[in-house]
């Protein structure tokens, strides 16, 4: 066997073995999240407490309106105005890579579609996912509550929150964007999931 044949097979190994893991981890976090998701508001129960995850309101890639951004904050107005959560905490980076402070710009969207500005707190130190899960309750004493975001991030945050001992989370599905670059970011979900992993088990 040549060397080029034994590096094909290298590359070709670890091309499935990464493929496999992949795989292995999403299958794991979606099916945790099964019967937890909601996407309609006259079927979840009710919790006092939103959790809303932040994102900043441009899209790195263009520049323009962040879709994901417009669909949270929608979802969670809609939530809120239900009657099925009493107050949203708003969970981000106060100085994302767009230099946005994220939890003030949704705070602000959140007043303009009606939500009273009395029921919004934020949080500008959830840089990461599971950060924004152990600081709602570390910090702000909350033990249940509804994620709210797209479902891809919601079945994440259902399973960080699983492992940070909060059994009681669901989540509400705000819209899933399937236009322009927004495969990116289902693309690097795959890659999000893997690393929550090694952080679960590092931890």
Same mark, same amino acid.
């Given at each position: 066997?040549? #060397?080029? #044949? %034994?590096?094909? /097979?290298?590359?070709?190994?670890?091309?499935?073995? @990464?493929?496999?893991?992949?795989?292995?981890?999403?299958?794991?976090?979606?099916?945790?999240?099964?019967?937890?998701?909601?996407?309609?508001?006259?079927? /979840?129960?009710?919790? @006092?407490?939103?959790?809303?995850? &932040?994102?900043? $309101? #441009?899209?790195?890639?263009?520049?323009?309106?962040? /879709?994901?951004?417009?669909?949270? =904050?929608?979802?969670?107005?809609?939530?809120?105005?239900?009657?099925?959560?009493? @107050?949203?905490?708003?969970? &981000?980076?106060?100085?994302?890579?767009?230099?946005?402070?994220?939890?003030?710009?949704?705070?602000?969207?959140? /007043?303009?579609?009606?939500? $009273?500005?009395?029921?919004? #707190? !934020?949080? &500008?130190?959830?840089?990461?996912?599971?950060?924004?899960?152990?600081?709602?309750?570390?910090? *702000?004493? %909350?033990?249940?509550? !509804?994620? =709210?975001?797209?479902? *891809?991030?919601?079945?994440?945050?259902?399973?960080?929150?699983?492992?940070?001992?909060?059994?009681? !989370? =669901?989540?509400?599905?705000?819209?899933?964007?399937?236009? &322009?670059?927004? *495969? %990116? @970011?289902? %693309?690097?979900?795959? *890659?999000?999931?893997?690393?929550?992993?090694?952080?679960?088990?590092?931890?």
């Amino acid at each position: 066997m040549t #060397k080029l #044949k %034994i590096l094909l /097979i290298i590359i070709l190994s670890l091309l499935l073995l @990464t493929a496999a893991v992949l795989l292995l981890c999403d299958y794991l976090v979606t099916s945790n999240a099964r019967g937890r998701l909601y996407e309609d508001t006259s079927s /979840i129960p009710h919790r @006092t407490y939103g959790l809303l995850l &932040g994102t900043s $309101p #441009k899209s790195r890639l263009t520049g323009r309106a962040n /879709i994901f951004y417009i669909y949270r =904050i929608n979802a969670a107005a809609e939530l809120y105005k239900s009657g099925k959560v009493d @107050t949203i905490l708003v969970s &981000g980076s106060d100085n994302s890579h767009e230099g946005a402070n994220e939890p003030e710009c949704m705070r602000e969207s959140l /007043i303009k579609c009606g939500v $009273p500005a009395s029921v919004i #707190k !934020t949080d &500008g130190k959830g840089y990461r996912t599971l950060e924004s899960v152990v600081r709602a309750r570390d910090e *702000f004493g %909350i033990t249940s509550y !509804t994620v =709210i975001s797209q479902q *891809f991030h919601n079945e994440r945050t259902l399973y960080l929150s699983d492992h940070c001992k909060l059994h009681d !989370t =669901i989540a509400f599905n705000a819209v899933s964007p399937h236009t &322009g670059w927004s *495969f %990116i @970011t289902y %693309i690097r979900e795959y *890659f999000a999931r893997v690393k929550m992993f090694c952080d679960v088990l590092s931890a």
